[in-house]
């Protein structure tokens, strides 16, 4: 536990924005963390760096929280409540479950991120999020260094929201997280039009965890780009709800516009759409742009600067707006 100077977060960060860390620490356990918050209380937490977009460099202490470990906790005949810490990697915590027949997140497979931050934004994909398999998350406070439990009817969980994006944002650092999985009948989630034709490709007509998983590995690899090869933060926007007021105006002008229902009054449109129509998608700036296969994901093809990609994404929010009259939230933290 030693606190090193001007150290660059290229690495850390799946954008691969190249900004500095005038002070950074690396945290390996729960007690490292409580001695920190005695003394430092303005901290920039890191874990997978897949959220968020650095534009320029850091002067608060950047905390990089590296604690691992996965333990079970208790199980009976259907369940098992697993303690995971905050430093493991979302996906290998996937894998390892998948692994041993535990079910719930295999739709989530090939998510980048930790699982201290997948709270947070209460990560989703093909009609599952987290909060559906979250039993509680601890964290410690930062003012007091206590340890404290947050049960999931607790962390106020939404679409892309929770809690720790709002009333306790920067007061606590979430140190693990315990997960309900299933050990059979399992509630598989294979309704999502990608998923079933995978499945069906392949003739399978009562899939295990493997076979979801599988498929949706291979939906993600085919649209979305890898950020090993070249840096992202997933989708960049929220996908916006619209009303239904709204919706029906624009269905007249845009027959084809795509939507879901989210309740009687509410309607979701992928921005991905709308963006794409509004001809950004593939559109590359140098060294960064929008994604070719997939308009909701900005990237950074190379030495790309964070404010650039900022600015770009300013640049779709009012083309967007002047276009459908709909405001696009960004859903990845901008790191000013
Ligand atoms: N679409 C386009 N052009 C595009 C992209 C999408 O027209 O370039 C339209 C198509 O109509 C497509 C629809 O959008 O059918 C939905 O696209 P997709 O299935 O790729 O999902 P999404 O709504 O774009 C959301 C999540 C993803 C998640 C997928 C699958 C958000 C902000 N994004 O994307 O999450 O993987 O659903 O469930 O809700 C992430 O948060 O980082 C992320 C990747």
Redesign the pocket.
């Known amino acids: 536990m030693k606190i090193q100077e001007n150290i660059s977060l290229k690495n850390y960060n799946t954008f691969g924005i190249n900004v500095k860390a005038k002070r950074f620490i690396t945290i390996e356990s729960v007690y490292e963390l409580q001695k920190l918050v005695e003394t430092e209380k303005d901290l920039f937490l890191l874990g997978g760096g897949s959220?968020m977009l650095l534009t320029s460099d850091i002067n608060k202490l950047v905390v990089h929280l590296n604690i691992k470990g996965i333990s079970i906790d208790s199980e009976d005949e259907n369940n098992v409540f697993i303690t995971v810490n905050a430093g493991e990697v979302w996906h290998e915590f996937v894998l390892w479950a998948i692994s041993k027949n535990y079910g719930g997140i295999e739709?989530l497979s090939l998510?980048?991120g930790n699982v201290g931050t997948c709270p947070i934004?209460n990560?989703?994909?093909?009609?599952v999020e987290v909060k559906d398999v979250i039993h509680k998350v601890e964290a410690i406070e930062i003012e007091t260094g206590k340890l404290v439990s947050f049960l999931n009817n607790e962390c106020n969980f939404g679409?892309?929201n929770s809690i720790f994006k709002n009333e306790v944002k920067g007061k606590y650092v979430i140190t693990s997280v315990v997960f309900k999985l299933t050990k059979k009948e399992h509630n598989l989630n294979i309704s999502?039009?990608?998923i079933k034709d995978k499945l069906a490709l392949k003739n399978i007509q009562n899939p295990t965890l493997k076979d979801v998983s599988d498929a949706v590995i291979s939906?993600?690899e085919e649209?979305?780009p890898n950020p090993k090869e070249i840096g992202n933060?997933?989708?960049?926007?929220?996908?916006p709800i619209i009303s239904k007021k709204q919706f029906n105006d624009l269905k007249e002008k845009f027959p084809n516009i795509?939507s879901y229902v989210v309740s009687e009054n509410e309607i979701?449109i992928?921005?991905?759409?709308?963006?794409?129509?509004s001809g950004f998608?593939g559109k590359r700036f140098g060294n960064y742009g929008v994604?070719e296969?997939?308009?909701?994901?900005l990237v950074n093809y190379g030495n790309a600067n964070g404010q650039d990609i900022y600015e770009l994404a300013k640049k779709i929010q009012t083309t967007i707006k002047e276009n459908f009259s709909i405001d696009l939230e960004i859903?990845v933290n901008i790191i000013t």
Do not use: D, T
């Open positions: 959220n739709n998510i980048p934004q990560i989703g994909a093909y009609g679409y892309r999502y039009g990608a939906i993600r649209k979305l933060s997933g989708s960049f926007f929220k996908n795509p979701k992928p921005a991905g759409w709308l963006i794409e129509q998608k994604h296969k997939q308009a909701l994901v859903e």
